[in-house]
């Protein structure tokens, strides 16, 4: 039987980063989705957000955003619920963050993909969520090692 292909939570960085530059890792779990490797999952909040930035920073890129999302099949999780939304608000004081990981507990991937090392990467705090928490190029170097 095939193996299930990873779920992987995308926050805003690593989705600006892929819009931004056509190489590096961010861009990669894109067309990895695309090939059905991974699936690839974002919140609605998330989906603003990001569209938010790239209307204010970069308008031209605005279709290639939703070009990534449609050849990646990207999938839009649900809404958190107010006990996932408590539970990150009590492992994250900063509550833009606290939103996304609550967010990505709904989620309920893999991986939860950021560039954010302040509130992400290697917080120990996070360490006994269900998912790992790391960058693109973590979620593609633990990829290789499973095949």
């Given at each position: 039987m095939p193996q299930k292909a990873p779920k992987i939570f995308l926050d805003?960085?690593?989705i600006?980063?892929?819009?931004?530059?056509?190489t590096g890792g961010a861009r990669l779990l894109f067309h990895l989705?695309?090939?059905?490797a991974v699936r690839l999952v974002v919140g609605k909040g998330i989906l603003y957000e990001t569209e938010d930035v790239l209307k204010r920073k970069a308008p031209r890129l605005i279709g290639l955003f939703a070009q990534l999302?449609?050849?990646?099949?990207?999938?839009?999780?649900?809404?958190?619920?107010?006990?996932q939304l408590e539970r990150a608000k009590s492992l994250l004081e900063y509550a833009?963050?606290?939103n996304v990981l609550a967010q990505a507990?709904?989620?309920?991937?893999?991986?939860l993909i950021s560039h954010d090392r302040e509130h992400f990467i290697g917080n120990s705090v996070l360490a006994d969520l269900p998912f790992k928490i790391g960058t693109p190029g973590d979620a593609i170097a633990w990829l290789r090692a499973q095949s």
């Open positions: 805003t960085s690593v600006i980063a892929a819009v931004m530059s056509p989705s695309q090939a059905g999302f449609a050849e990646a099949n990207v999938e839009t999780a649900q809404e958190p619920n107010s006990e833009p963050d606290a507990i709904s989620a309920n991937p893999d991986w």
